[in-house]
């Protein structure tokens, strides 16, 4: 028999242990609310119909917007998104089908290196392939460099999901006659495509706010360009510019592009949320 | 056992796993349109036996097997395994309808998977006799286009025999088809399995010995990988010939 005086104290300790938790929990959320409310209040003021459609002005005039950078940006996640996500959900496939062996295993090792590395480094590593051989600074350099740090995200989250999918449902389509392509195609992958998904949109809100590995390779530009072998502006880059630079109206430009950024980035995160649960 | 015709004969089946000697010289003859039912201690072979009949154990690395399995007058063991898999149907101890895709489309799967086109109007017959043959057309008629992992344990387990005749298989493996249902599920998919051997051959797998005298015509027991004895239920329940069976089928081991 349990006293009935411990009793009391355990479940005192329970109320108490169960409030800890629920306290520490609500602490993290400060952080992220006070960033959001700062980015808000500085950022909302900048935001006008030139904002989004007009190319920033030389400094002393003013106005302007940050058109260019919207494309850049949206460019860059385009290239890196066509190289990184079938790269990766193949990957992520070939590593949850094949769970030993060396070469899985070496895979694995190599996707959670690339994951721990710099992304200044993975500016170089484009710097050094892309834009020293063709001789310019570039789009398509910037998007490989944000492919390299997609690529382990999207692997991950394939493999993490697939593994989850029971192996009943191959042993399913195998009876039925089905090859392992189609089994694959058309069976596992639609099972696990909601963790795909979702794996791909937080990879991509990733890089989306990436600065360093775009300093030598999409390195900015003042215009508009939508030519992939040519430098064009960026967000994080814009950011990175005008909130270093002495203007006033400069800085403006870079509050309301670090709102615009966080938008696209807590949408990103609430949409592969939203996909999961479906 | 000669009032009808073989379909599936094993002679001197072996299998084994890297070292391990699953299946011992197995040889024994299925007959057309009956249910034959394999019985045995848990680790005893069945379900390694079914699984080499539609050449399911061919997924598993350090897999060796000998011998002769005719489906007909074809060696099945030198087919091709996907052409075997489509002659010969399987149901899984566990429901495992495919979760995206509707009641319909689960029907239709084995048409889907291996890229055989239909017309609209062979589908819906397609759907409907299968469904029907499965004992799940009422249940389900005026929701096929739900998912199908909606339906409960037991219709679930329908659903995936339906899937299975769909594509019209000579053979029809259970591999203990009622043993993640309640009672009620199971009497029902029993009944089913009586009504379908009119239909198709079907060879299953069960723990349950009251399930083997209750369904099936012949019954086969396996001991440590051996077939120890094989006969008409009847026989093999009233009077076994070997001590090994009667002790099992008493219950003092297994």
Redesign the interface.
Known sequence: MIKAQTLQSRLIQDAFFKMAMGVLSSLLMLPLIFILFYIFSHGISAFSWEFFTQLPKPVGEMGGGVSNAIIGSLLLILISALVAIPLGVFIGVYLSESRQGRIPEITRLCIDTLQGIPSIVMGIIAYTWIVMPLGSFSVLSGGIALALMMLPIVTKSTEETLKLIPDSLKEAAFALGAPYHTTILKVILPSGKSGIISGILLGIARVSGETAPLLFTAFGNPFMSVNIFKSANSLPLLIFNYATSPYQDWQRLAWGASLLLVLFVLSLSILAKVVVKK | MKENKSILDLQNFNLHINEHHILKDIDISFYRKKVTAIMGPSGCGKSTLIRSM?R?ND?IPGVKFGGQMHLYKKNLLEMNP?????KV??V?Q?P?????MSIYDNVL??Y????IKLSKQEKEQIVMDSLQKAALWDEVKDNLHRKGTFLSGGQQQRL?IA??LA?NPKILLLDEPTSALDPKATAKIEELIIELKTKVTIIMVTHNIGQASRISDLTAFLYLGELIEYDRTETIFTNQKHTRTEEYLTRKFG
């Open positions: 539609n399911l997924l996907i052409l075997v898999r489509r149907g399987m899984f566990r495992n309808p495919f979760p995206t799967a084995g889907y998977l291996n890229g995936c899937r299975a594509m």
